[in-house]
C-alpha cells in the first residue's frame, strides 16, 4: 500500500455522515490486501501520524482536518488498512444498457476510536485483451493503455465476450481502516 492512499484515506476518514454510505450497492470482494502499521509518533501540532510497517519502514502521513478523531491516536495503536477491489457484476457493450454513475462513499466506525471505510465504484471503457474462465478473471486494456486484471464476481458475465471486444465494466474499489489500542 503506498504513501498517498494512506494519505488520502486518513484524511478523509470521518468526514462524511454514514448516511452517504447507505447509497453503496453491495459488492462481492475478488481480492484483499491487509497491512498493519505501528503508530511510532503523533505530532499533534502539524497533524502527522508517524506509521512504522511490519518491514520497519517508517513513514509519515498528514491527517488532515476532516480526521475527526485524530486526538483519539495514540503511540503503539496498530493501524490496519484492508484493501478490497473487486469487478461488480457489470460487463455490458458500450450502449447497451445505461451507464450508473460513479459513486463513492465513507462510513466512520462506531465508537470512539478513529476508523471507518472509503469505497468507490466506477465504470471503464475497456478493450478485453484475455479471459481467463477458471479463475474467472478478466485482464483488460483501458483508454490510457494502462493492462489491468479484475477477478470477476460469476464466470456467467463473461459469455459471449472475447479477446478485443471494447466494453464497459463497473468495478468497485474499497478501503477499510480501523485502529487498535497498543499492548
Known amino acids: 500500500m503506498n504513501k498517498y492512499m494512506r494519505v488520502g484515506i486518513v484524511a478523509a476518514l470521518l468526514s462524511v455522515p454514514p448516511?452517504?454510505?447507505a447509497a453503496q450497492k453491495p459488492v462481492s470482494v475478488a481480492d484483499v490486501v491487509t497491512a498493519t502499521f505501528t503508530i511510532e509518533a503523533i505530532d499533534h501540532t502539524t497533524r502527522i501520524v508517524t506509521l512504522r510497517g511490519t518491514d520497519g519502514i517508517s513513514e509519515d502521513v498528514l491527517c488532515g482536518p476532516d480526521v475527526k478523531r485524530f486526538d483519539a491516536l495514540k503511540v503503539g495503536d496498530k493501524v490496519t488498512f484492508r484493501y478490497h477491489e473487486s469487478?461488480?457484476?457489470?460487463?455490458h457493450r458500450p450502449g447497451s444498457a445505461a451507464k450508473a454513475p460513479e459513486t463513492s462513499g465513507i462510513a466512520r466506525s462506531a465508537g470512539?476510536?478513529?476508523?471507518?471505510t472509503i469505497s468507490q465504484q466506477m465504470n471503464a471503457l475497456v478493450t478485453i485483451e484475455a479471459i481467463d474462465a477458471k479463475v474467472p478473471s478478466v485482464t483488460v486494456k483501458s483508454a490510457d493503455g494502462r493492462r489491468l486484471s479484475f477477478k470477476v464476481a460469476d464466470k456467467k458475465n463473461l459469455e459471449g465476450y472475447k479477446a478485443?471486444?471494447?466494453v464497459e465494466v463497473t468495478y468497485t474499489q474499497a478501503l477499510a481502516v480501523s485502529v487498535e489500542p497498543g499492548k
Do not use: M
Open 164 to 166: 478485443g471486444d471494447k
Open 87 to 91: 469487478l461488480v457484476s457489470a460487463i
Open 19 to 21: 448516511a452517504a454510505w
Open 112 to 116: 470512539t476510536r478513529p476508523g471507518g
